[in-house]
């Protein structure tokens, strides 16, 4: 044990000194820093219809990705169930959710800038990528766990494999698909001021902008009014995720 923390402290130290790092410099980032942020106080909304235009973006592009990357994650978590599913089937839906997850929103972002150009479509393709990549791993996971004993309760009448889906699984999965539901539309919510600073739609646009004019001010605002939004949408989510919880209490009972 010892010996793995003297490699890890030596890794750290010749990683620190390939990179390039010293005091010196972060003492130096600290100075241009505190002038940066001398500069972006007070805050100040120089474009109240481009901040405004630019989160109603986000907000949609956040929405409608989310819609669909769930919309597409529930086939694909069901294929990828290996509970389910044969192997044959349940590895390339698992490769495809891992593909979807491979890759940084932004570098998605960018390769649909490429694909489709500027705007809103290629966030709005970035996000839904990014969900299916999460929403659909957590899904599968999710089936993976459930009590096969209703399943094979539902199979025993008969019933179709849609049906083993809707009476058999669905019901022991669903709270939890909710909350995975819930917390992608927050984290669509994030990315979509992220994923605009590379040219695909939301605030990230704007804000990009006010950075290259130098409008620190009006950057401090944005990300102001990014924080509030973003804190508001975790607010919404959490209530619906209580008032389910306290569904499923009562369901439970």
């Known amino acids: 044990m010892l010996v793995g923390w003297i490699a890890l402290a030596t890794y750290v130290v010749m990683a620190g000194a ?15 820093a505190q ?22 973006e986000s907000l949609e592009i956040s929405v409608l990705a989310s819609c669909a990357g769930i919309a597409l994650s ?19 839906a698992r490769a495809l959710i891992a593909l979807c997850r491979s890759f940084h929103p932004v570098i998605v972002a960018i390769l649909f800038v490429k694909a489709v150009g500027f705007g ?19 899904f ?26 809707a009476y058999g699984v669905l019901p022991q999965v669903m709270s939890r698909f909710v909350g995975f539901a819930t917390y992608q539309v927050d984290s669509n919510l994030r990315n979509s001021t992220m994923v605009g600073i590379v040219g695909a739609g939301g605030i990230g646009s704007t804000l990009f902008a006010a950075f290259q004019r130098f409008d620190y001010s009006f950057v401090c605002a944005i990300l102001l009014a990014i924080i509030a939004m973003i804190m508001v949408g975790e607010t919404l989510a959490r209530l619906v995720r209580s008032i389910l919880g306290i569904d499923a209490r009562r369901s439970d009972a």
Do not use: C, Y
């Open 18 to 32: 390939r990179l390039d790092f010293s005091i010196e410099r972060f003492v130096v980032g600290l100075d241009n």
């Open 120 to 138: 809103a479509l290629a966030g709005i393709l970035t996000l839904t990528v990014a969900s299916v990549g999460f929403i659909g791993k957590l």
């Open 140 to 165: 599968a996971e999710a089936i993976e766990e459930i009590s096969l004993k209703q399943v094979e309760a539902v199979r025993a009448t008969g019933a179709p494999f849609a049906s083993v889906l």
């Open 74 to 92: 529930l086939p694909l978590g069901v294929l990828a169930a290996r509970n389910l599913m044969p192997a044959w089937v349940s590895w390339p």
């Open 35 to 56: 002038r940066f942020l001398d500069r972006m106080f007070p805050p100040e909304i120089l474009q109240a219809d481009s901040m405004v235009r630019g989160l109603v």
